[in-house]
């Protein structure tokens, strides 16, 4: 037995009039559609659930009464012996865990809400519901993954990433479950911005929240956090989360990391990685020129550029140095830690290249610093 009870007794017509709604307890309503108590006693009959009601101390029951409409039986909802106008059939797509979320979201727009797995007595100012039957006590046991029980490990704009057990298989949106994903997660996720609800209290516009999950984690200024959902595996949901969004806007954690995944060849979310070039296209990358079409004396001088800083301890390895004819009449640029060469360098005479091949590895270690080219040109 499972007893839900608030503050106020229940006016008579939310039972018998669709769209009806009126919550005084509160400015910011979790139900505004007026029809989800309405989905949820249907739902609770046709799961064979008992449902016995308190308006007040004046007790209301319900059950079914099979009735034809041309021909074909329907089970129409019943309080107190009288037809509601509604069958069993309505929240024909309603699992039961849908109607535990109903009567206790209803419970929490009023005032002085308390949901108890036993009998509450009834009370003149409250309104009081008791649901019987195995299964839907097994959904009670379930609250804490339909309302999220749990603290948040990242607060992030729009967005609550919580870290928990039972994490893995929901959206929630202000802490209520409302979303099946098709992936399990290595988190929960639960958006605090606002989204349109359907009548069934799902997303209406799925893509709003995979944007608000999206730009949350792009803002965020957590480096662990954001290393791991760009590199999660495809097993999970975090690997199909597109940032590549124009309301998108990354923060400067993100950006950095993304970078130095480009840099260094680490696999990492495409999206990302596209929403990055969005953002920096003065770092798209020119087309490179394979090295064996290249001839060989250029290619050797390119190669004793890098042997004479290895020399000085200095090591630049090679898989970062291309050669491209993208860059117009630049000589050379440092992007996402690679460096360029404009082809035409590789005629100019060795002193020059060793030292633009420095100057371009130094664009790509902050912490060297700026390097002039003219201070570089060393007898080698």
Not at 226 to 241: C, K, P, V
Request: one cysteine or more; glycine letters at 6%.
């Amino acid at each position: 037995m499972i007893t839900f009870q608030n503050k106020c007794p229940i006016d008579l017509s939310a039972l018998t009039t669709f769209g009806v709604c009126v919550k005084p307890a509160t400015t910011n309503p979790i139900g505004y559609f007026g029809t989800g108590l309405k989905y949820a006693l249907a739902v609770l009959l046709r799961e064979k659930q008992k449902v016995t009601m308190y308006h007040g101390e004046m007790r209301c029951t319900f059950d079914t009464k099979e009735r034809n409409v041309r021909g074909q039986p329907f089970s129409v909802v019943r309080m107190n012996g009288a037809d509601l106008p509604f069958t069993i059939d309505l929240g024909k797509n309603w699992d039961l865990w849908m109607a535990y979320r109903e009567l206790y979201a209803n419970m929490i727009d009023e005032d002085d809400a308390i949901v108890a797995d036993g009998e509450l007595p009834p009370h003149t100012e409250c309104t009081t519901f008791v649901v019987e039957g195995d299964a839907f006590e097994a959904i009670y046991k379930q609250h804490n993954t339909i309302f999220l029980g749990s603290s948040p490990a990242y607060e992030l704009e729009g967005l609550e990433i919580h870290d928990d057990p039972d994490a893995g298989g929901w959206l929630y949106y202000k802490g209520i479950r409302v979303y099946k994903l098709a992936k399990r997660a290595m988190y929960n996720y639960n958006i605090t911005s606002d989204l349109k609800l359907t009548e069934d209290r799902t997303i209406s516009t799925l893509s709003d929240a995979y944007i608000a999950i999206a730009k949350g984690i792009a803002k965020c200024d957590q480096p662990a956090l954001i290393r791991q959902l760009l590199q999660a595996d495809q097993r999970h949901f975090e690997s199909t989360i597109d940032y590549h969004w124009w309301s998108v806007k990354p923060g400067e954690v993100f950006n950095q990391i993304v970078a130095r995944y480009i840099s260094s060849g680490t696999s990492f979310s495409s999206s990302a990685r596209e929403l990055y070039r969005r953002d920096h296209p003065e770092d798209e990358l020119p087309n490179v020129i394979q090295m064996e079409t290249i001839p060989m004396e250029q290619r050797r001088k390119l190669w004793a550029a890098l042997m004479f800083w290895g020399k000085l301890g200095i090591s630049i390895p090679k898989a970062l140095i291309h050669v491209t004819d993208g860059l117009g009449q630049k000589k050379g640029k440092a992007i996402s830690g690679h460096i360029y060469l404009s082809k035409f360098v590789l005629e100019m005479d060795m002193r020059y290249i060793t030292g633009l091949v420095y100057k371009l590895y130094a664009d790509t270690k902050p912490e060297i610093g700026k390097v002039k080219v003219e201070d570089l040109l060393i007898d080698t």
